[in-house]
């Protein structure tokens, strides 16, 4: 594909392209698109080696295809960032903290008393 277009279609356009511009203009465009091919290669050529000269040693170390930015697939990063580290089950801590409390010699107290009144702000809400 080239931008989105299949090949057969592309080369519909270019003969549609052709019959529009007509056999006497067809070479001329034809060589003013050659030109600025080679006008656009020499100048990514050159925008290649000066990067290289300013970069110095290092343009070599870098892995291009880490910075395709078309490997950022949103959801291929939820998924690993999902998976990465999976959180303890809440189920599994508060069976944790009971073993503890049961090995332990002095009782612990809880972080929460409900039996004491909420602190409560009316200019917060």
């Known amino acids: 594909m080239f931008f989105g277009l299949d090949w057969d279609k592309l080369v519909l356009i270019l003969i ?3 019959l ?3 056999p006497e203009r067809l070479p001329h465009y034809a060589e003013t698109l050659a030109k600025l091919t080679v006008r656009a290669r020499e100048w990514l050529s050159g925008a290649k080696t000066r990067v290289k000269d300013e970069l ?3 343009f070599d170390d870098v892995e291009w295809r ?3 930015p078309r490997q950022y697939d949103p959801r291929r990063i939820i998924r690993d960032a999902l998976l990465d580290d999976a959180p303890v089950p809440a ?3 508060a069976a944790v903290g009971t073993a503890i409390a049961a090995t332990s010699p002095t009782p612990l107290t ?3 008393d409900p039996e004491l009144d909420v602190p409560y702000d009316d200019e917060a809400t």
Request: negative net charge; proline residues 6%.
């Open 16 to 18: 549609v392209a052709a």
């Open 20 to 22: 529009l511009v007509g």
């Open 56 to 58: 110095g040693e290092d």
């Open 66 to 68: 880490k910075l395709d």
């Open 91 to 93: 189920v599994r801590a």
């Open 110 to 112: 809880p972080a929460f």
